[in-house]
């Protein structure tokens, strides 16, 4: 006769459920173990949390504002526009990266021996040296390099580059701005393009070889076959990449872009609120990863092949 307890643990989805709930209760007892200490920690100090500092007079000033901004905002309001800052070189980031990245892969299998070279030392340099370094580069050696305003290098008459950054036609970008947004640009575009081309080369001959035949020229049989195929190997670590890219931003404290980190920092060493600010920025940064995830996923469900 058989056990009906044996049997009932033999059931897979039970087992997996009991398991869930281990690893949950493990969770919650390490979290609420490390927050009794924090709490007693601050107690000790006379230091209790809360947020009500947000609501106090920031008294600094912020570099580079996509919208108005005052000293005499609040803390909120100058993490707002910090948080805008970061937005906008996570968006601008993205869409260059991609397109970089793109080129350089598609480049890196091409039947020409120069561009498939250089697309290589390109990958190479920038996969290979910190980031940190790429944006000091960019910074130092490239943007304050470059000569004073009023002796700006014209590029076809549309682009002025000087030590005040990248001049266009309907705005101007700082050179931090500009230096964080090239190096990121740059060195996940060298990532990507190892993705695209190994989502290249998953794509069976077969498929190259019937696009031919039915007389298809190169750049449409890549655009119109082997691309749409080999999306379904890209987006998953795509993803990564956007989130890598979004993470990293960060670094714009290092050369003075006033980013969402930047003004958290500002903030936590007038307030003192560390472990408010702290929160703050994870909460942060875990909801535009998360947002991006969700994006992706939603793309990514779109290319997959839909089985009948």
């Known amino acids: 006769m058989i056990n009906p307890k044996l049997s009932l643990w033999r059931h897979r989805r039970l087992r997996l459920i009991v398991g869930q709930l281990i690893v949950l ?11 009794g200490n924090l ?3 601050l107690q000790q100090l006379g230091i209790q949390l809360g947020f009500n500092f947000l609501r106090q007079q920031a008294s600094f000033d912020i570099g580079e504002t996509v919208i108005s901004y005052a000293p005499t905002d609040t803390y909120s309001y100058a993490l707002w526009v910090g948080l805008i800052n970061s937005l906008r070189v996570a968006v601008l ?15 890196r299998l091409s039947d020409n021996w120069l561009v498939r070279n250089m697309a290589m030392v390109y990958v190479e340099i920038f996969r290979n040296t910190p ?28 682009v002025g580059l000087s030590q005040d950054g990248i001049e266009l036609p309907w705005f101007t970008l700082s050179p931090e701005f500009s230096t964080l947004l090239l190096g990121l640009t740059f060195f996940t575009g060298a990532f990507i393009a190892e993705i695209v081309r190994g989502g290249i080369q998953a794509v069976p001959k077969g498929q190259w070889e019937a696009a031919r035949s039915l007389g298809l020229k190169p ?23 956007y989130l890598n890219l979004t993470k990293n931003s960060s670094l714009a404290i290092a050369i003075g872009y006033p980013d969402v980190y930047f003004v958290a920092s500002t903030t936590f060493n007038q307030t003192g609120r560390a ?14 990863s998360l947002t991006i995830s969700v994006i992706m996923n939603l793309f990514n469900r779109q290319v997959q092949i839909k089985e009948k």
Do not use: C, D
């Not at 000091?136 to 470059?146: E, I, K, Q, R």
């Open 131 to 158: 980031l940190l370094l790429q944006l000091l580069f960019w910074y130092f050696a490239v943007f304050l390099g470059f000569p004073q305003r009023e002796n700006k290098i014209s590029l076809w008459g549309f």
């Open 275 to 288: 472990v408010e600010v702290m929160l703050l920025i994870i909460l942060t940064y875990l909801t535009l």
């Open 219 to 241: 750049g449409l049989v890549m655009r119109l076959v082997i691309f749409p195929q080999a999306l379904r190997v890209i987006i998953p670590p795509l993803t990564s990449q």
């Open 93 to 107: 980031g993205i869409v260059l990266t991609t397109i970089v990245g793109i080129s350089a892969g598609i480049a």
């Open 25 to 35: 209760i493990l969770a919650t007892v390490v979290v609420a173990i490390l927050w």
């Open 39 to 41: 709490h007693r920690n």
